[in-house]
């Protein structure tokens, strides 16, 4: 990749093509192992430790650069708890402790660090984790944009829960949990000052206790993800590359709240590379895909789940279709990652 | 804390007094809760996995923002895998797993991010840590100061293995691994372009193989702690308040490089405030203080250990003393913070 680029781009870090060629074309070389190979969303450790026994726990971290720090629906440390808590989530584990690290730029304004505690510690609350250590860091003005913070997780992976895309098959069905595009479309409209007539809100959230709910209370589950950066577009197709097998979706069951959809056409976005903050895929078996949706609609977090598509055998190469609205199909293709910087 | 500042200052993260007042006065009463009020350098937790059992682990974060990047005896990278494992060790722990965030400035190059990446990888190996999660972040040119660095890291907690400040006394010797000062100095000394006749070299190193081998083979430790921000000034003056007894080292008994020493005094600095990146100083009960510095001796990262004091009764409030060479006395005092900016 060196071949191509010399420095680094702003879409590599965007969650699409870039990012994954920056990954895999170095990153990933040079640190290999098999456990970071897998490219989770968490990576999945068997603790040994000495007499005190083994325990099976996921690990993730994420680091936040979200510009503006404060949006409708969130900040940066409800984001940065509950972006965690959901990696871990996803994973097939219960999330058990945090790691907080902040990188802060001097003469950032103590009272809105005190109201980004205040949203980590309710957050940190109302699920259960407690944040056990954590590092504080300052650079001189101009340094670093006001705060970036760190996250990292530890969960306990729940009994019997093995999701793994290599349990994907043909005829699996693809749920959501509820609309798309709200986080990545409130973070540009607010950078934009745009007033939209109904406002619109991110989605931030921590899909931990539907995500146990569903583990309980079914074993169709295959393989979960939570479409972050790059949003169901980037999912899909990671989906698909890594099953090595075709995804169908309907773009009429694809649920998008029309103030989203509104603001993506006026800016010119396409709403399946927007980033989200409280939504996961599930690839279930076509027995417990009512199950699941049943699951998901009492839920708060899971009200608007639907089936959106399913595993179809690939023909050619793996590839990610939409049927549109209109009955035509088009291809869904991996976002190249230049959609919207500074979105977590 | 609020009514004394309204802003984050330098020193805010600078590991002295004024990160304390940041850290106490505002951070552990928003997120409070048993594990994190001891302020360890990991936290120690016991992790239930379901049917999987449990086991017992340290986890820490820290992230690094050092500047140059580059320096004599390391980088960024090194500095970043050696930290976090030096604070699982120094807990009483085996490093075992790393997760790796990195925050990259647009336009920053990417052969210097290879350099940082074999860094890493090579600390990583040797240590005998996989690096098996991570995260990517961009940010715009001039959002940040080329590339920030976070480490998360597991250790496995080693069996019979249970250090704490409440088991320190007076009579406890204190032991440090070697020479103070040469990560710091090297840092300044380079920020300033300063060449000395012979030249400074950070002492960056990963302790856990050490720490390792004293745990194995003493029982005698009954506290340790990396003396990095704030210098060995800071984590004595840590663990006086902490255990709430007073200490007495002797000056003469310090090891210090002699183009430490002077690039100290020619640049005003007190060399007990000044970073370290490869030092634990460990508190021992006086029976074990020789085999610990004969076990120190024998490894390449403890040859020039040393016993600096002891613990001492407190009379009035715990300080720490300071016997001069010249046979006086003077406090050390929790440094302010001041000194040095990004130096890890």
């Known amino acids: 990749m060196t071949a191509k680029q010399d420095r680094i781009l702003l879409a590599h870090g965007g969650g699409g093509q870039l990012m994954d060629e920056l990954i895999r074309g170095l990153i990933l070389p040079k640190l290999k192992n098999d456990v970071l190979a897998e490219l989770g969303d968490s990576a999945k450790l068997n603790l040994a430790s000495g007499t005190y026994g083994t325990s099976s726990v996921c690990f993730t971290t994420d680091s936040y650069v979200v510009k503006p720090l404060f949006f409708n629906g969130g900040d940066i440390g409800k984001l ?19 790691a907080l690290s902040l990188i802060i730029e001097e003469g950032f304004e103590i009272k809105l660090l005190e109201k980004i505690l205040d949203s980590i510690s309710e957050q940190a609350r109302l699920n259960n984790v407690d944040v056990v250590t954590g590092d504080t860091k300052t650079v001189e003005a101009g340094a670093a944009d006001k705060i970036f913070i760190n996250t990292a ?28 595009g709200d ?24 899909l931990a206790d539907l995500t146990c709910k569903l ?25 698909s590359r890594d099953s090595a097998l075709s995804i169908e979706v309907r773009e009429a069951d694809i649920p998008i ?17 927007i980033a989200n903050e409280g939504k996961f895929v599930a690839v279930v078996s076509s027995e417990s895909a009512d199950d699941c949706l049943n699951i998901c609609r009492k839920h708060p977090l899971g009200k608007d789940a639907k089936i959106i598509g399913e595993i179809v055998q690939t023909r050619d190469v793996p590839t990610v279709e939409l049927i549109t609205k209109i009955g035509g199909r ?11 910087p500074r979105i977590c």
Do not use: W
């Not at 103030?259 to 399946?272: E, K, R, S």
């Not at 088009?330 to 919207?340: D, S």
């Open 257 to 273: 709240k029309a103030v989203v959809q509104a603001a993506a056409d006026m800016l010119g976005f396409d709403v399946l590379n």
């Open 215 to 239: 583990f309980e209370n079914t074993n169709g589950i295959h393989f979960m993800r939570d479409p972050t950066r790059g949003g169901l577009a980037a999912t899909l197709n990671e989906i």
């Open 80 to 98: 940065a708890v509950c972006g965690t808590i959901n990696d871990l989530a996803v994973a097939g584990s219960k999330p058990v402790a945090m």
């Open 183 to 206: 986080h990545g479309m409130t973070i540009i409209s607010q950078r934009k000052d745009i007033k939209f007539q109904s406002s619109l809100k991110s989605d931030c959230a921590s």
């Open 153 to 180: 997780g530890l969960g306990a992976r729940l009994p019997g829960v093995d999701l793994a895309v290599g349990k994907i098959k043909v005829g699996d069905k693809i749920l959501i949990n509820g609309t798309i």
């Open 330 to 340: 088009r291809i869904v293709q991996m976002p190249y990652g230049r959609e919207l």
